[in-house]
């Protein structure tokens, strides 16, 4: 259990340790103008039309980074700084999230794959934490139950290693297009993919930590069973 505690100690402070590297990339490179003057909601309607996508629309949304594509509403959602900017991060992001629905117009398999998944992990994190307790206090006399714990914990590991192709792809056709589009170019171009490099880094320390929880979860779970024998 201690061991737990630490790693979750320890990737929080890395994930806070991102999570402020992205803030100051963002900030950097939203003061940074872009040459082409268009907008973050300027930028994902182009890129949409030019991908032939007619169904999804461009909206903007309250909260700082809030940006994501639902692709059940078909709205791209943007942040306001990101919506109504004409910055190299509001091009950037507006083109990320746009790539997402581009993996959904063209079913994506990784997408496809993650989509399946949302409503068994959104049921698991329900009831997950209460599970894995009961599990470890009980780990003696019903290791079953940390086993079942284990294993809606184990989907939400699969989730977030899933997560991580479906969010590199959406950045490689964003800085793609963008490139292509001569949208950004040179220093604008590479001040993007700086952007989106640490966009994606947040999702693979979440997908890491949840990794290393799960396999100490296993551990307790195999020292109990050992008990037992």
């Given amino acids: 259990m201690n061991s737990i505690f630490l790693i979750s100690i320890i990737f929080v402070?890395?994930?806070?340790?991102?999570?402020?590297?992205?803030?100051?990339?963002?900030?950097?490179?939203?003061?940074?103008?872009?040459?082409?003057?268009?907008?973050?909601k300027e930028v994902a309607e182009r890129m949409l039309r030019e991908n032939n996508i007619y169904n999804v629309q461009v909206?903007?949304?309250p909260g700082h980074l809030s940006d994501h594509y639902d692709p059940v509403a078909k709205t791209v959602n943007l942040s306001p700084e990101v919506y109504s900017e004409r910055s190299i991060a509001a091009a950037a992001v507006a083109a990320h999230e746009c790539g997402h629905?581009?993996?959904?117009?063209?079913?994506?398999s990784w997408l496809k794959m993650r989509s399946t998944l949302v409503p068994v992990v959104q049921f698991s994190s329900n009831i997950i934490q209460w599970v894995l307790l009961a599990?470890?206090?009980?780990?003696?006399?019903?290791?079953?139950?940390?086993?079942?714990?284990?294993?809606?914990?184990?989907?939400?590991?699969?989730?977030?290693?899933?997560?991580?192709?479906?969010?590199?792809?959406?950045?490689?056709r964003a800085l793609a297009w963008l490139n292509t589009?001569?949208?950004?170019?040179?220093?604008?171009?590479?001040?993007?993919?700086?952007?989106?490099?640490w966009a994606?880094?947040?999702?693979?320390v979440a997908a890491i930590a949840?990794?290393?929880?799960?396999?100490?979860?296993?551990?307790?779970?195999?020292?109990?069973?050992?008990?037992d024998d």
Wanted: aromatic fraction near 10%; hydrophobic fraction near 50%.
């Fill in 13 to 40: 402070g890395i994930s806070f340790l991102v999570s402020m590297r992205l803030k100051s990339k963002f900030a950097k490179y939203a003061a940074v103008p872009l040459r082409a003057g268009l907008t973050g």
């Fill in 200 to 204: 994606a880094m947040t999702y693979v």
């Fill in 210 to 227: 949840s990794l290393a929880t799960l396999i100490q979860y296993v551990l307790i779970y195999l020292s109990g069973s050992r008990r």
């Fill in 135 to 172: 599990g470890i206090i009980m780990v003696n006399s019903f290791p079953g139950l940390l086993l079942i714990g284990i294993i809606l914990f184990a989907l939400t590991t699969i989730f977030a290693f899933i997560t991580l192709p479906v969010e590199f792809d959406a950045s490689r």
């Fill in 59 to 61: 909206v903007s949304v």
């Fill in 181 to 197: 589009t001569r949208i950004t170019t040179g220093t604008e171009t590479d001040g993007a993919k700086d952007a989106l490099k």
């Fill in 101 to 108: 629905a581009v993996q959904h117009a063209t079913a994506y």
